[in-house]
């Protein structure tokens, strides 16, 4: 499975974005998927985290009310609408897939990233 992230860029704070992550491959739907974040000299955060058919969803307590996961199984497509965005949230985002075997959590496939700078 290869990953491809877009819908970065520049944007003032209190703006939106939305980012995809395009996946190739016919198996999509058989994997949850996450958004993960990482800061420069900060560790690797997860965002947000959706089921392989989009019917659970998870957020971490940094952007929860404020970003939104959702998937496309027909476009083999997740999505990540981020919307009041704070300075805070300048990163370099990446999308992952998640074993569907693995008992523990483990994210087995990632993507480049892409890269979000919120001004002030």
């Known amino acids: 499975v290869q990953l491809v992230e877009s819908g970065g860029g520049l944007v003032q704070a209190g703006g939106s974005l939305r980012l995809s992550c395009v996946a190739s491959g016919r198996t999509f739907d058989s994997y949850a998927m996450g958004w993960f974040r990482q800061a420069p000299g900060k560790e690797r955060e997860e965002v947000a985290t959706i089921s392989w058919n989009g019917g659970n969803t998870g957020y971490g307590d940094s952007v929860k009310g404020r970003f939104t996961i959702s998937r496309d199984n027909a476009k083999n497509t997740v999505y990540l609408q981020m919307n009041s965005l704070k300075p805070e949230d300048t990163a370099i985002y990446t999308c992952?897939?998640?074993?569907?075997?693995?008992?523990?959590?483990?994210?087995?496939?990632w993507g480049q990233g892409t890269q979000v700078t919120v001004s002030s």
């Open positions: 992952a897939a998640r074993d569907p075997i693995a008992t523990a959590v483990r994210y087995i496939y």
